[in-house]
């Protein structure tokens, strides 16, 4: 079965600082993985997706994330931060054979220092 | 661009009253969405629709049920709300396996 792993409830960096995000996936075949990010009180954003192809993806606000298949990962950076990024970040794998069903992870809530 | 729409940000029922949350989508996508959020939990999908009047439950439809009338309103139910139901509930539409969310509801169920 699906799954996702996202290890980190909650990070704090420094505005100006790089960021990476880590997400773990469990998945039998290639899967459609999904960065999204959510402010508070707001619905889901669509940061950036892979589908195949090139495994570096970039993604709106200057995010991007790299697909790698020996490590079942699919990690978030961003070379530096600013206080807008304060969010919540929710790694999501998709199957290839249905276009029915996502699976979410418990999500990463990023806090941004001064 | 895309527009998911649901009919309240804020809920409040008590125990036991029936709970109708509604969804709304303008760019004519068959696949529609409702999960639950809640912290350290993610999203868990509670029911799905891939057409009118189709349906398919998600992996939490316990306590709920939903209605697909017309392609663009997919309507979740809460046929006697609880306690445990207090939560955040987002919807979302479909196409070409990415999803656009509405700005979600917060239910409290007293």
């Known amino acids: 079965a699906q799954s996702v792993t996202q290890p980190d409830i909650h990070i704090t960096v420094s505005e100006g600082a790089s960021l990476e995000l880590r997400c773990n996936y469990s998945?039998?075949?290639?899967?459609?993985l999904f960065w999204y990010v959510q402010s508070p009180g707001q619905g889901l954003q669509l940061l950036l997706k892979?589908?195949?192809?090139?495994?570096l993806v970039q993604g709106i606000k200057g995010f991007e994330a790299e697909f790698m298949r020996s490590q079942s990962s699919f990690n978030l950076r961003k070379p530096s931060v600013h206080w807008s990024d304060a969010a919540e970040y929710f790694c999501?794998?998709?199957?290839?054979?249905?276009?029915?069903?996502?699976?979410f992870g418990s999500g990463t809530r990023l806090s941004i220092r001064p | 661009d895309v527009k998911v729409t649901q009919s309240s940000r804020y809920l409040v029922k008590r125990t036991g009253e029936k709970v109708f949350l509604e969804c709304v989508q303008d760019?004519?996508?068959?696949?529609m969405f409702w999960y639950r959020q809640d912290p350290g939990l993610g999203l868990r999908l509670i029911y799905f629709s891939y057409d009118v009047k189709m349906k398919e439950k998600g992996d939490i439809p316990e306590g709920y049920s939903v209605s697909r009338e017309k392609k663009e309103r997919f309507s979740l139910i809460l046929e006697s709300a609880s306690t445990n139901q207090t939560s955040m509930y987002l919807c979302a539409s479909r196409i070409y396996n990415e999803q656009f969310f509405g700005p979600g509801t917060r239910l409290t169920v007293l």
């Open positions: 760019m004519d996508h068959e696949n």
């Open positions: 998945y039998g075949a290639t899967p459609y």
């Open positions: 892979y589908f195949s192809g090139d495994t």
């Open positions: 999501a794998v998709g199957e290839h054979s249905s276009a029915s069903k996502i699976i």
